[in-house]
């Protein structure tokens, strides 16, 4: 039952990330830059400490009472990720929601899962798993296959978006009838987005470097609701520090971008609808932020390590490739390119249940 909930929590964190940028579609008029910090003040900088005050009223004393070389350190994590999580949305705007996602997530996923398994194969931590944890035993074979499978269906996915670039190209046009030449730009879409996928990892380096804070916020809960469990809500502390990080650095850049295109203006033109365009912001800000709400509580009942990070990215990745779809990104397309497309998807859905399969046997 615990690994049901884990997937459950894992799917609607997924799925929130996945469907994050739908609003940012909505907004009119503005430069990239600007729309992109108005909704990250409310993913890196409103939500999460109003989430971590709902659910650990005390959590700045969690904070004050950490050392400063964990806060320092997940902080850096976040400068890292901030620079991963910039460049995704570059991504997404050159390669598209769907093949934009696969690709950055895919790289992150491996990263994510990876690295931190094989550091504690040096650096022992009680209750981690390790990567040779993973290779000596049923459980961990059958994630790894998982991580196998899905990085094929990335490379599926990756593949449709070869040829959808070949066809708009052909036809001077992209899926909405803008020209491919400003808007779908493969060779800088990729570069951009293995650069937005290694980094992006860095969220979770970032959230294995907090963990102090989660413990301290699990027993916490634990003194006070003895027998209930592991706490549903510990990572909400992490976050607070490890967004300041990526508020950082998207903060820069997006100030630099607004003097360099003169688009300051764009917060206050009332020749753009304001209301709408902050209200479209601040839901796709709030929207993104809930993914690591709900991947908290996947967490908390998976455990922390590869599979829960395997099944967040996996999940994200399934519900970009179906919102790609719903979105007619692939519109114009022939049908050997969508059912390319569908197999990525289908092959990511089974790499899934591949890794659910594996925590089951754990």
Known sequence: MQVILGVIFHFIGGFASGSFYIPYKKVKGWHWESYWIVGGLFSWLIVPPLAAFL???NFMEIIQGTSGRILGLTYLFGVLWGIGGLTYGLGVRYLGVSLGSSIILGLCMVF?????????????????????????????????????VCVI???????????????????????????????????????????????????????????????????????????EGEFLFRNN???????????????IW?????????????????????????????????????QFFFYGMGESKLGNGPSSWILHMAFIILVANMWGLVLKEWKGVNKKTITTIVLGIITILLSVLLVGYGNSLK
């Open 112 to 148: 994510g899962a990876l690295i931190p398994a094989i550091f504690y194969d040096f650096y022992p931590v009680e209750g981690k798993d390790t990567f040779s944890d993973m290779i000596s035993s049923s459980w961990g074979v059958t994630v790894l296959v998982g991580l196998l």
């Open 55 to 57: 659910t650990i009223p």
């Open 254 to 290: 997006c100030m630099i971008l607004n003097a360099r295109n003169r688009s300051f203006g764009d917060y206050t033109n009332k020749r753009t609808p304001l209301l709408s365009n902050y209200i479209f912001a601040a839901l796709a800000g709030t929207t993104w932020f809930l």
């Open 153 to 227: 269906g990335i490379i599926i996915c990756g593949k449709a978006g070869v040829m959808k670039e070949k066809q708009l190209q052909a036809a001077g046009t992209d899926s909405h009838g803008m020209d491919v030449k400003t808007e779908y730009k493969f060779g800088l879409g990729i570069f951009v987005s293995i650069v937005s996928g290694v980094l992006s990892a860095c969220f979770n380096f970032g959230l294995e470097a907090g963990q102090e804070l989660g413990m301290v916020a699990n027993e916490e809960w634990k003194t006070d609701n003895p027998g």
């Open 237 to 251: 502390v992490i976050y607070v520090v490890l967004l300041w990080g990526g508020l950082t650095t998207n903060f």
